[in-house]
T-cell receptor, first 117, second 112 residues
Framework: GAVVSQHPSRVICKSGTSVKIECRSL??????MFWYRQFPKQSLMLMAT?????????EQGVEKDKFLINHASLTLSTLTVTSAHPEDSSFYIC?????????????FGSGTRLTVV | QQQVKQSPQSLIVQKGGISIINCAYE??????FPWYQQFPGKGPALLIAIRPDVSEKKEGRFTISFNKSAKQFSLHIMDSQPGDSATYFCAPHSTGFQKLVFGTGTRLLVSP
């Protein structure tokens, strides 16, 4: 089946620094990738949608300059949290869809727990 | 606005019992009705899904029941096990790789 690998699984960074999270589709071509944010005991909230080779489309209220998304290839998308602050601490999850994905379009990564201290 | 309402918010079931989670939606253009299972610290994983041309789908202990006229679908977990303890999300959508709107989630705890 379709597999999406997300790294790192956990990261702790100092306030003011930037953190990059990678999302890779291992056995299919991810033409579209989605980035979600999840707070404890809450649902997933879509942050942005990215199509390979195009600029990401951000959801209302998501700062595009703080959450930089790059989708330069059909197998890799990255989310960079710039100038991170404690309020950016959250669980970030990517999802990929595309050719060869048998899950009717959506396979999720295992998530990244970001803690900003 | 795509509204997806999920109930209950939390559920405690004894081992061997039946767990039932419901999802109500508004968008009649939805044509794919999945349930996702998420364990703590992990991403969601597709558990079971149904198309609108059938009213029920069963996979092992998991069954989806779909009521198109009521715009509702439900997840039934038969013979619930402690390993089923997780958070369950519905995320109905239109096929074609559009963005998902998740339900609010149901935290299921199956007591031994």
């Amino acid at each position: 089946g379709a597999v999406v690998s997300q790294h790192p699984s956990r990261v702790i960074c100092k306030s003011g620094t930037s953190v990059k999270i990678e999302c890779r589709s291992l056995d299919f071509q991810a033409t579209t990738m989605f980035w979600y944010r999840q707070f404890p005991k809450q649902s997933l909230m879509l942050m942005a949608t990215s199509n390979e080779g195009s600029k990401a489309t951000y959801e209302q209220g998501v700062e595009k300059d703080k959450f930089l998304i790059n989708h330069a290839s059909l197998t890799l998308s990255t989310l960079t949290v710039t100038s991170a602050h404690p309020e950016d601490s959250s669980f970030y999850i990517c999802s990929a869809s595309g050719t060869g994905n048998s899950n009717y379009g959506y396979t999720f990564g295992s998530g990244t727990r970001l803690t900003v201290v | 606005q795509q509204q997806v309402k999920q109930s209950p918010q939390s559920l405690i079931v004894q081992k061997g019992g039946i767990s039932i989670i419901n999802c109500a939606y508004e968008n009649t253009a939805f044509d794919y009705f999945p349930w996702y299972q998420q364990f703590p610290g992990k991403g969601p994983a597709l558990l079971i899904a149904i198309r609108p041309d059938v009213s029920e789908k069963k996979e092992g202990r998991f069954t989806i029941s779909f009521n198109k006229s009521a715009k509702q679908f439900s997840l039934h977990i038969m013979d619930s096990q402690p390993g089923d303890s997780a958070t369950y999300f519905c995320a109905p959508h239109s096929t074609g790789f559009q963005k998902l709107v998740f339900g609010t989630g149901t935290r299921l705890l199956v007591s031994p």
